[in-house]
């Protein structure tokens, strides 16, 4: 089967590249699951119900998550009954929502996604390492198929959840730091590996952001409000192709489409 995970969505622009972009990209490459992360389509920071219930009406199987999860208080109770919306499995107990779940696909088969977030440079949660073997756990016996979103700063925890996950599910994509990188690759044990998928939104500015606000900020050191960039909107991810009899990923690459 083939999986598109596509980073990042970034505010309204990025709702729009989906919107267009998707379909195109569903019926040329043959894609049978769509994941995305989502944590900053409302005006880049947070995502709202009404937004979730947009995106999962483009086709979207799977919505994930990160740090901007809970930065929309009207999140709250849909999260608790939505469980193809994730937050970070590894948030402590008590957090509302799901860390992971199996959704079936199209084609019948039933792919597990797992949600994490990473601890260098970040919250110090929960270990998402084993946070991960316990979400596992609960799966391996209803997907032979899983796919983990590790939300995370550092390249070099997200390479070390890779190998410690190799051979146990199917891929660990990155997000977060909205730039993809060109690591992808298909680990020893079968396990389809990218640092960072990317992001969907503006690529005129500061990973999304107006440029010249980012700016001022870096140069003043000053509180500055940080708007939506609006020009060159692009979507970006990784697309896995993988044997749902043995859940290994036989590839993986990255994709980078353009709006208009």
């Known amino acids: 089967m083939r999986i598109l995970f596509i980073g990042d969505i970034v505010g309204e622009p990025g709702r729009r590249a989906l919107k267009e972009l998707l379909p195109v990209v569903v019926k040329k490459q043959k894609i049978d699951f769509v994941t995305v992360n989502a944590e900053n389509v409302a005006g880049g920071s947070g995502i709202t119900p009404a937004m979730a219930d947009e995106i999962f009406s483009y086709g979207i199987d799977v919505i994930t998550s990160g740090d901007h999860i809970w930065k929309r208080k009207e999140i709250l109770d849909y999260i608790q009954t939505e469980k193809r919306l994730l937050r970070p499995a590894n948030y402590p107990p008590g957090a509302p929502g799901f860390g992971s779940t199996v959704v079936e696909s199209g084609s019948g088969t039933k792919v597990g996604v797992i949600n994490l977030i990473g601890r260098v440079f970040m919250q110090p949660l929960e270990c998402p390492f084993r946070a991960a073997k316990q979400e596992v756990d609960k799966l391996k016996d209803k997907a032979r198929v899983i796919i983990v979103d590790m939300h995370a700063e550092a390249t070099s925890e997200k390479i070390a959840l890779g190998y410690f996950l190799d051979g146990i599910v199917s891929a660990v994509v990155g997000t977060h730091t909205h730039v993809q990188t060109a690591d992808e690759k298909v680990l020893p044990g079968g396990t389809a590996f990218i640092s960072d998928a990317g992001m969907t939104g503006p ?53 980078q489409e353009k709006l208009g």
């Open 203 to 255: 690529f005129d500015g500061v990973i999304g952001r107006k440029k010249e606000q980012i700016l001022a900020r870096f140069l003043t050191q000053m509180p500055t409000k940080f708007e939506m960039a609006e020009g060159d909107i692009q979507l970006h991810g990784v697309i896995i192709d993988i044997d749902e009899k043995t859940g290994r990923a036989n590839s993986i690459r990255r994709i």
